[in-house]
């Protein structure tokens, strides 16, 4: 008798756990200069994730299985997540764009400002397009939809990325907030989590993509 196939989530959930089983495992027992390089601003999972995201848009660009307004503005979200994992949002104008601080600064000039609030008015008009373009769609016929497994793989894709802004942001917030140090092993353990975490998610967003159906009418 032939067993059952394990479902893709099942498959996929393993296939995760076994990932950060590896990079937990280099984060721990490699010596502190190599896990410190790997994991930093300038190693390999930092270098590899704009691509990801870049490859994603160009998945999204060729499947087709999204309307053509919905399309673009994917493509572009993930082109733009990508020049963002390639700091772009700090070379473009010197510093970052994307930070209160680069409006309110006396050194930037008037017209980088101006490009900047476009640019950023830009990302947002993007993301509330594309945020109730879903809700929309999840109204239409809301059961139906969510047995598909690529609204899981979208929403665990969504936790991670917040899971990794968070751990991004940790280390400073401890120390501004509580005068927590953390220290040097701890925090290549914090990086190993939010550089492996960034860059997985792009991946998962393949996948959700790849596995997502439209309804036929």
Request: with cysteine; charged share 15%.
């Amino acid at each position: 008798m032939n067993r059952p196939k394990p479902p893709l989530p099942v498959i996929c959930i393993f296939l995760l756990l076994c990932y950060w089983a590896v990079v937990m495992l280099i984060a721990i027992s490699a010596p502190f200069d190599t896990a410190e390089f790997i994991f930093s601003e300038n190693g390999i999972f930092e270098r590899v994730s704009p691509y990801l995201w870049f490859a994603l848009a160009a998945l999204i660009g060729l499947l087709g299985r999204f309307a053509m307004p919905v399309r673009i503005a994917l493509v572009a979200v993930t082109v733009l997540l990508g020049c963002r994992e390639m700091d772009w949002h700090q070379t473009l104008f010197g510093e970052s764009f994307l930070k209160t601080a680069f409006f309110r600064s006396a050194t930037v000039l008037p017209e980088y400002k101006v490009a900047g609030a476009l640019l950023v008015l830009l990302l947002a008009g993007l993301a509330v397009y594309l945020a109730k373009t879903f809700c929309s769609s999840l109204k239409s016929d809301t059961r139906a939809k969510l047995k598909q497994p690529a609204y899981g793989y979208l929403l665990l894709a969504l936790a991670l990325l917040a899971a990794g802004k968070f751990l991004d942001r940790l280390p400073a917030q401890l120390f501004e907030l509580f005068d927590i140090a953390v220290s040097g092993k701890h925090t290549v353990l914090m990086r190993a989590w939010e550089e492996s975490t960034e860059a997985v998610v792009p991946v998962l967003l393949a996948i959700a993509v790849w596995a997502y159906r439209p309804q036929r009418h």
